[in-house]
């Protein structure tokens, strides 16, 4: 055991790292957010040890660094590890993913999650059989990714597939929940959760054709409600319209994964109110709609007019005191990069400090998760972010990832620069 201060332990030659065969690590750090709310601390680093921060500390302070302690190569601003809660585990990335080489999924996964922070990845749609094998092969460390949370294979209307996701092989289309009535839906529920699935999702309302809306009925949302709740879990619906977004208030559902596009007036004061009376979290997913609008070929002026309208949507939400969950729907989106999302949530108003909350701290609070996760501090799990530069001064470093660790390993590293380079 040795004790010396952290400005002089951060210059210690550092050794070659394999975090895995390390009894304890050490990250240095320029910066430290240990969470949104407390005051950055400079310099120092972040003690790890099996699994968990042990110590986190500033430039003055002074702790133990265990005689066999490694040290990390990655050095810069130290945040918590990400949650995306938004994204989609299909497509060929992901298909086959109980045989497909680890080698080639683990790529899938860093190109989709890793390298960009996410250490809890919140899966709200998917083959749930696929998505469970994914999320077993990542716990047995056969490769390197994310704690994965899905809710399997999410509750439509009756015939109420989306025109957008038509396109998806048969097989997979067939398998969509679509109950009749609530004692279906019920079966529907209970059959994701026995499979090992985290929450539920709904669609309130679908487009099952061009200029038609189809809307969940009010007794299939409550049945889902009532058996997802009974579990503890949680339940997330897909809003499509604000009379979405009052059915699933109606309904109790917990999470809305999008904000509502295609409506210029604004989420009025009243739903705002019962909206953060009743907890309920909101995902804005504005890049995604960026992308969607892009798609149609909609004009550039409309295309302000219809993200603008979503941007105060959050905005409002936001001086109402309600809770935002970064999530970017990547997976159906097949940009990945979450660069332009920051940007845009800060536009609706969101400061760096509470677009890292939506990432670490308020989706470790809507999990029940707090005690374990969100913040660096002793005892959490060392799930950590090393970013190249600081978040504060460009929100676009949120996505200027170095190196991330999910309960102390390395699960991403950028490419190393070239020794001696100029
Ligand atoms: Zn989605």
């Not at 190196?403 to 190393?416: D, M, P, S, T």
């Amino acid at each position: 055991m040795r004790s010396i201060t952290l400005a002089t332990a951060c210059f210690l030659s550092a050794v070659a790292f394999d975090s895995a065969a390390a009894e304890s690590l050490f990250i240095p750090a320029d910066k430290i957010y240990t969470s949104p709310e407390a005051k950055p601390l400079l310099q120092g680093g972040v003690l790890v040890r099996g699994g968990r921060i042990t110590s986190v500390a500033d430039e003055r302070s002074r702790i133990a660094i265990p005689e066999n302690t490694q040290t990390s190569q990655c050095r810069g601003i130290v945040v918590a590890g990400f949650q995306n809660s938004h994204v989609h585990l299909m497509g060929p990335l992901f298909d086959g993913a109980a045989k497909k080489p680890a080698a080639e999924l683990e790529k899938s996964v860093e190109s989709m999650l890793t390298r960009y922070g996410v250490t809890t990845a919140f899966d709200t749609g998917s083959d749930q059989a696929n998505t469970i094998a994914l999320r077993a092969r990542i716990e047995k460390g056969e490769l390197r990714g994310p704690r994965i949370l899905t809710v399997g294979w999410p509750v439509y209307p009756p015939n109420g597939i989306p025109i957008y996701i038509r396109d998806l092989p048969k097989a997979m289309l067939d398998q969509l929940h679509q109950p009749k009535d609530a004692a279906e839906a019920r079966k529907n529920v209970r059959s994701n959760l026995d499979a090992g699935t985290d929450g539920t999702k709904i669609f309130m309302v679908t487009t099952p054709e061009p200029g038609k809306l189809l809307s969940l009925p009010p007794e299939i949302a409550r049945a889902a409600a009532e058996e997802t709740h009974a579990r503890g879990k949680l339940l997330l619906a897909h809003p499509g319209t604000r009379a979405g977004v009052r059915a699933a208030l109606d309904a109790g559902v917990d999470v809305i994964v999008h904000t509502t596009l295609g409506e210029t007036s604004p989420w009025d004061s009243e739903l705002l109110r019962e909206m953060v009376a009743k907890k309920m979290s909101v995902v804005p997913t504005f890049k995604l709609w960026v992308y969607e609008l892009a798609k149609q070929n909609v004009p550039e002026n409309v295309v302000k007019m219809l993200v603008d309208a979503t941007l105060e949507q959050l905005r409002a939400f936001k001086a109402a005191g309600g809770q935002i969950l970064f999530g970017t729907d990547v997976g159906y989106m097949h940009e990945f990069d979450p660069t332009d999302e920051y940007v845009w949530m800060s536009k609706a108003g969101l400061t760096p400090m509470d677009i890292l909350a939506s990432l670490t701290t308020a989706p470790a609070e809507r999990w029940k998760e707090s005690s374990r996760r969100g913040r660096i501090e002793p005892g959490m799990d060392a799930d950590l972010v090393v970013l190249a530069a600081d978040p504060a001064d460009d929100v676009k470093n949120f996505a200027k990832v170095s190196c991330v660790f999910r309960a102390g390993q390395l699960i991403y590293e950028a490419a190393k620069p070239v020794p001696n380079s100029p």
